[in-house]
């Protein structure tokens, strides 16, 4: 996120973010990738109880920063757009990160006209392409999430933990054992050939004995005006 608002070239960062444990840990690790780019923080936070966030929207907005990034689950994805409508500013471009586009935020605003001037933040494989271009892994992955139903989801919820599964398995046959010390060396040495993963351009997950979650490079992520989600993915308006 921070290497993609320098490249922007913004300098004051607005940051809209609950007050609670999530928001705190997100903001503290967002802040500090600011600051190594010699980017300026401002924050506000919310209750993420509330029905209507215009009051802390239009505070952030008083701050004159050159971008917004906000981040929410559930509830306040709607309420954010929702201030957006409401105070009509949409001159401040506006970048929701992972948390907002894990959800359907185009359905919880319900107004298209709430994505003025905005981005989100999703992982690659959110973005729609016809299931005979998707790669092959990705291909896979839906072939099996669809035998159970229609993906009503964005698609990254289904890639993430089929990745967790396609470790887990190549760990087995790497290892040829359960032995849970033989299974943990082996997922510290896992090949992109080892797994058919969704996730980051089908790396593996880059696990180290000290590093125990998956790595993400700036491959896994793009940059994608809203729209609706088709096959869980973020179709173009």
Known sequence: MATYLAK?????????????AFGASWFSNLSKSLAVRSLKAVSVTYDPTAIDLS???????????????????????????AARVKL???????????????????????N???????????????????????RPAVQTMLSWVRKLG??????????????????????VAKAGSLDSSKLAQAMESLSAADAQ??????????????????????QNFIYIKPGPLTDGMITAT
């Not at 471009?93 to 586009?101: E, F």
């Open 8 to 20: 922007q070239n913004y300098k004051t960062v607005g940051i809209l973010r609950a007050n609670d």
């Open 55 to 81: 009051p802390e929207l239009g505070k952030l907005e008083s701050e004159h920063p050159d971008v917004i990034v906000a981040e929410g689950f559930g509830a306040p994805v709607a309420a954010i757009y």
């Open 88 to 110: 009509g500013n949409y001159a401040i471009p506006l970048v929701a990160d992972t948390t907002i586009s894990a959800g359907n935020p185009w359905k919880a605003a319900g």
């Open 112 to 134: 298209p006209a709430a994505f003025q001037n905005s981005v989100e933040q999703a992982y690659a494989v959110q973005e729609y392409k016809p299931a005979a271009t998707q």
């Open 150 to 171: 229609p993906l009503t989801a964005a698609i990254s919820l289904y890639a993430g933990n089929w990745d967790l599964l396609q470790t887990a398995k190549a760990a």
């Open 197 to 218: 993963w969704t996730q980051n351009g089908g790396a593996p997950p880059g696990y180290t004995s000290a590093v125990h979650f998956a790595v993400s490079t700036p």
